[in-house]
C-alpha cells in the first residue's frame, strides 16, 4: 500500500470514528422532549418538598409523582413538571380543591395550594394509580 493511499484510508476510518461519536449522544438524549427545554424557568430549580426552601415542584416521571407527599403554604403555588411521554393531571380527589388540567408530555403547568390549611389527597385522572397528598399548612 502506497503512504498517499494508506493516509486516505486513515483519514476516512477516522472521519467514520468522529461521525459514530457524534450521533451516540444525540440518538441517547431521550427524545428531544426533555422538560427544561419547554418549562418555565420557576420549574427548572429542585424538586422540594418544604415551601420553607424555595420555588415548589412535583414531578410527574414513571407514571407517579415526586414527592408524592408535599407540604405547602396556603395560596402558594406550586409547578409541575411533566417528564413522562403521556399526559397527565394533578387532581384534588376530594371536592374541588385543585386541578391542573392534562398537562401533556414534556410540559408543565401551575396551580395554586387550597387557601384552608388541611390535608389533600389528589390523584392523575388518566392514572388513577398516581397518588400523592398535599398538606397545606
Known amino acids: 500500500m502506497s503512504p498517499s493511499s494508506h493516509r486516505r484510508r486513515t483519514a476516512s ?5 468522529a461521525a459514530t461519536l457524534l450521533l451516540v449522544p444525540a440518538c441517547s438524549s431521550g427524545g428531544g422532549n426533555s422538560p427544561s427545554a419547554t418549562s418555565s424557568p420557576a420549574s ?3 424538586a422540594s418538598p418544604s415551601a420553607s426552601t424555595g420555588a415548589v ?11 408524592s407527599t408535599l407540604t405547602v403554604k ?5 409547578t409541575v413538571v ?8 394533578v387532581t384534588a380527589t376530594e371536592g374541588k380543591a385543585f386541578d391542573t388540567g392534562s398537562i401533556p408530555g414534556g410540559k408543565s403547568g401551575t396551580f395554586t395550594a387550597p387557601s384552608k390549611a388541611g390535608s389533600y389527597p389528589f390523584a392523575c385522572t ?6 400523592g397528598t398535599l398538606t397545606v399548612r
Not at 476510518?13 to 470514528?17: I, N, P, Y
Not at 396556603?74 to 406550586?78: R, Y
Not at 388518566?126 to 397518588?131: I, V
Open 57 to 67: 415542584r412535583i414531578t410527574m416521571k414513571n407514571f407517579a409523582f415526586n414527592p
Open 13 to 17: 476510518l477516522l472521519l467514520a470514528a
Open 82 to 89: 411533566n417528564e413522562d411521554s403521556a399526559a397527565h393531571t
Open 44 to 46: 427548572s430549580s429542585a
Open 74 to 78: 396556603a395560596g402558594e403555588k406550586i
Open 126 to 131: 388518566f392514572h388513577p394509580n398516581m397518588k
